[in-house]
């Protein structure tokens, strides 16, 4: 597997392995890495060093195993203090290395800010940033076409649907305008969210019916998908 880098606005790079991205936000003294991808890649260090020679950190949107594989290369890792029992399950080497942030943190890497919103929902402690001054969003897995995953362990309905109606909200304020999401197209827009708020509240009323994949979850139940417009979520 090799990491292919992908320019986009905004001194945004994205670090592609295909079915996932991450994303390296250069400012002017500092990058910062949001996610480390799905699969371990020995370039990874290698190709961040070509593309920056700033000191670099990583922070983490959440921790399903397609966005940590490279967390073990970088000395400092920031992630939400609701999200590190799950990642310590499956990486307890990275202890010493967290640091522990909250909804607010501000990430000022000299020339531009971001600030951490919590969005539990499709994990508890899933994390997006937010730029005001530029108008965008790295949404993580909270919001993407996906389909988004919502099986499976630390998934929760009511809340992502929270989380979903509160970022349409921001959006709505004029807190952003365009979304880098982790997966498929980047960046997309406001649409997405709307989209996605329809699928949930489909789901959990049932007036939505989702087409069979071939995916089981880990109680070997058929995971179904379930589409609106262009989004799409992956449910039981
Ligand atoms: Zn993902």
Request: hydrophobic content about 35%.
């Amino acid at each position: 597997m090799s990491t292919r880098i992908v320019k986009y606005d905004n001194d945004i790079l994205g670090l592609d392995q295909g079915m996932v991205r991450a994303f390296l936000i250069l400012g002017k003294e500092q990058a910062l890495l949001l996610d480390a991808g799905v699969e371990r890649d020995p370039g990874f260090p290698e190709l961040i060093r070509q593309a920056t020679d700033l000191p670099v950190s990583l922070c983490l949107s959440h921790s399903d195993m397609d966005h940590i594989a490279n967390a073990g290369d970088f000395d400092r890792i920031f992630i939400l203090s609701s999200e590190k029992k799950r990642l310590l399950a499956q990486k307890p080497e990275l202890s010493d290395r967290l640091i522990e942030i909250d909804e607010g943190y501000e990430f000022d890497l000299g020339g531009r800010k971001l600030s951490s919103i919590h969005c539990p929902g499709h994990t508890p402690g899933s994390l997006a940033l937010l730029e005001e001054e530029r108008s965008l969003l790295l949404s993580g897995d909270t919001v993407s076409y996906g389909p988004v995953y919502m099986f499976g362990k630390g998934r929760d309905d009511k809340a992502y649907l929270e989380t979903l109606v509160r970022l349409e909200e921001m959006y709505e304020s004029g807190a952003f305008q365009s979304i880098y999401p982790c997966h498929n197209s980047c960046p997309i827009d406001c649409q997405a969210i709307t989209e996605l708020i329809e699928c949930i509240k489909g789901i959990m009323d049932g007036s939505l019916s989702g087409v069979p994949t071939s995916m089981r979850d880990q109680e070997g139940r058929r995971v179904l998908e379930y589409h609106v417009g262009k989004s799409g979520i992956y449910h039981i």
